[in-house]
């Protein structure tokens, strides 16, 4: 039986569910772990359209990144983000892929599609 005390592994240490989940997270956040620990919330304006969560950091050196989080756990988003500046690329880091975007002045805005309860940080250059 599940109660509130249930963990990672059981009392005799098996794995339990969340074991898989958490070490997939692991896997994936690991390559970019000192680049999250270097960020820092920026007040720079944008726009969020798809209903999900969006913010903007930049780190030490002053690149932009966003991170999206799509908190429905039933639905993927299709978002369109657009923060503020003129992009030469946008890279989603997880995954390390490079997006189209679109950049006129001082606007970029691109487009992405986040799984059900999934997140993304892009790397705005």
């Known amino acids: 039986p599940h109660s509130i005390m249930s963990g990672l592994v059981d009392r005799e240490f098996k794995p339990r569910p969340l074991w898989n989940e958490v070490a997939r997270l692991t896997h ?45 756990a039933l639905k993927p988003a299709n978002v369109t983000i657009k923060p503020a500046g003129n992009a030469k690329a946008v890279i989603r880091l997880t995954g390390n892929q490079e997006l189209k975007f679109s950049a006129n002045g001082d606007a970029t805005e691109f487009t992405d599609t986040l799984a059900p309860g999934d997140g993304a940080i892009y790397r705005v250059e």
């Open 28 to 72: 994936e956040l690991s390559p970019i772990a000192s680049t999250l620990a270097d960020l820092k919330p920026d007040p720079t304006n944008h726009t969020i359209v798809g209903g999900v969560d969006a913010h903007t950091y930049r780190d030490s050196a002053g690149k932009t990144y966003v991170i999206a989080v799509n908190f429905d």
